[in-house]
């Protein structure tokens, strides 16, 4: 395996025989759960894997978006975890602050299965942008939606 694919692939995940972008979107929020902390981190962890991911779309899969490559939705569920940052110490102590993730991991999946809107325009390209694009879409969706969340629930609580 070369260093293309082995990037596409997220280090094989996407090579899983039964839902490769679920196994993908999971291990990308197990590895992003720490970054969660080190705000800054996760945002160079999105660009550099955003930057990269097209890299090795291009060349290992000359842009078509194979069931295999799942670095695109390392970069989507990672910007779908910037709307779980923790605003202060104490709400990240919060017993039910753990459902934040896993909101965005369940609205990033949904966006990015369904490909409403920009998604489909994007996955619909059939090169490296469109593969990574779609993604990256459907985690900024996904963000807005949990933020939304974030805001309602906040709102109660008072």
Do not use: N
Not at 24 to 42: D, E, H
Not at 129 to 139: E, F, K, S
């Amino acid at each position: 395996m070369d260093m293309a694919r082995l990037i596409a692939t997220f280090g094989g995940c996407g090579l899983s025989p039964r839902a490769p972008g679920t196994v993908g979107s999971l291990a990308a929020l197990v590895m992003g759960l720490p970054l969660l902390k080190r705000p800054r981190l996760l945002v160079a962890g999105i660009a550099v894997v955003t930057v990269v991911g097209w890299w090795a779309t291009k060349r290992s899969g000359k842009g078509e978006d194979h069931s295999w490559i799942v670095i695109d939705e390392v970069a989507g569920m990672w910007i779908a975890l910037l709307a779980c940052l923790p605003k202060t110490e104490e709400q990240a102590r919060e017993k039910w602050f753990w459902m934040y993730p896993l909101l965005s991991f369940a609205f990033f999946r949904l966006f990015d299965i369904t490909k409403p809107g920009p998604v489909g325009v994007l996955d619909k390209r059939h090169d490296a942008t469109g593969v990574m694009g779609d993604d990256v879409v459907a985690g900024a969706m996904a963000a807005l939606c949990v933020k939304g969340v974030r805001t309602v629930v906040g709102r109660s609580s008072h």
